[in-house]
């Protein structure tokens, strides 16, 4: 079953604003992570936070975690063309060794 | 210090042929993770490796799929006569830790069977 469920699944805005995207997961995690991919490229890790963590930053990401409703936002600011991409959560399973599990993906598009 | 390098990064085979996937780790990373993605999916994961030890096989299919992490060399994921919904990405993620952090990814092997 699908463990990370982003949301919304394909998000437009322009250059300059903010973005914000949404992921719910079902089971206990150690910690959530967030991933970009360009379009035919591999994963670029973002941010990972870990279960006893709230929130946290990096750059212009900031992510947030609230175990009890087990969801996480991922939000970028001052968004730009080179935002372009799909953004992944992965969960590490608490008990489930180091493998993740991804969502399924948010398209994300920063028209100039 | 040379990311998770993988090879081929395109792989075209024909129904009823063998694939081979190669993935070489970060230096001093031990573990490894194959995971797979269809088009417009997120990644499925497949299995989980240590250096001569195969640590998590839950994501592999019963038949046809294997994979290898050899003391030398680089790791194998190994499928056997391909059909055409074997047709993917297959990423590699390699890691130092064997839990808690992060997973640095290879850019990939897209396998087309024709």
């Known amino acids: 079953s699908q463990q990370g469920e982003e949301d919304p699944q394909a998000l437009s805005i322009q250059e300059g604003e903010n973005a914000t995207m949404n992921c719910s997961y079902k089971?206990?995690?150690?910690?959530l992570q967030w991933y970009r991919q360009n379009s035919g490229r591999g994963l670029v890790h973002l941010i990972l936070?870990?279960?006893?963590?709230r929130e946290k930053h990096s750059g212009r990401l900031r992510v947030t975690l609230d175990t009890s409703k087990k969801s996480s936002s991922l939000l970028i600011t001052a968004s730009r063309a080179a935002d372009t991409a799909s953004y992944f959560c992965?969960?590490?399973?608490?008990?489930?060794?180091?493998?993740?599990?991804f969502g399924k993906g948010i398209t994300l598009s920063v028209r100039p | 210090n040379a990311g998770v390098m993988q090879n081929p990064r395109h792989l075209v085979r024909r129904r009823g042929q063998e694939a081979r996937l190669r993935c070489s780790p970060m230096?001093?990373?031990?573990?490894v993770y194959w995971y797979r993605q269809l088009p417009e999916e997120g990644l499925k994961f497949m299995v989980y490796?240590?250096?001569?030890?195969?640590?998590?096989e839950s994501g592999m299919p019963k038949e046809r799929f294997s994979a290898e992490f050899p003391k030398e060399g680089p790791s194998i994921l190994r499928i056997q006569q391909v059909v055409r919904g074997d047709s993917a990405a297959y990423f590699c993620?390699?890691?130092?830790?064997?839990?808690?952090?992060?997973?640095?990814f290879g850019p990939g092997t897209r396998l087309t069977v024709t």
């Open positions: 089971t206990s995690i150690n910690n």
């Open positions: 490796l240590q250096k001569e030890n195969i640590i998590d």
């Open positions: 230096k001093g990373h031990s573990h």
């Open positions: 992965a969960t590490e399973r608490t008990g489930a060794n180091s493998k993740l599990t």
């Open positions: 936070i870990r279960s006893n963590e």
């Open positions: 993620a390699s890691s130092p830790l064997e839990t808690g952090g992060e997973q640095y």
